[in-house]
């Protein structure tokens, strides 16, 4: 199925734009760097984008800052998840702070 190109957009501005802690993670999955499998960053799939994929494995890494805090995002977060898990894909949350200390 075509990715919409508004989302395609703005997953390539988001690649652009990314936060120190997907910098970080991003120079350690890199290149199949890390297990030798092959990750992507900001994803488009089934209508999300998500921050690090690997079809290989079905694994979604999401990098969380302080607004998915709030309430309605952590409703939103969930919804997504189970989505995503509907589809086989597993999604591992981290914080931000997390990534960048440990």
Not at 18 to 31: C, K, N, P
């Amino acid at each position: 199925m075509p990715i919409p190109p508004e989302l395609l957009t703005f997953a390539r501005e988001l690649r652009k734009n990314q936060t120190d802690a997907e910098h970080l993670l991003w120079m350690v999955v890199r290149g199949r760097r890390f297990g030798g499998f092959k990750f992507r960053r900001q994803q488009p799939l089934g209508g999300y984008i998500l921050d690090f994929y690997c079809h290989e494995t079905l694994l979604a890494i999401e990098l969380d800052g302080g607004g998915h805090a709030e309430v309605q995002q952590i409703e939103y977060d969930h919804v997504r998840t189970e989505v995503l898990a509907g589809s086989g894909i597993t999604v591992l949350r981290f914080w931000n702070n997390e990534v960048l200390q440990h």
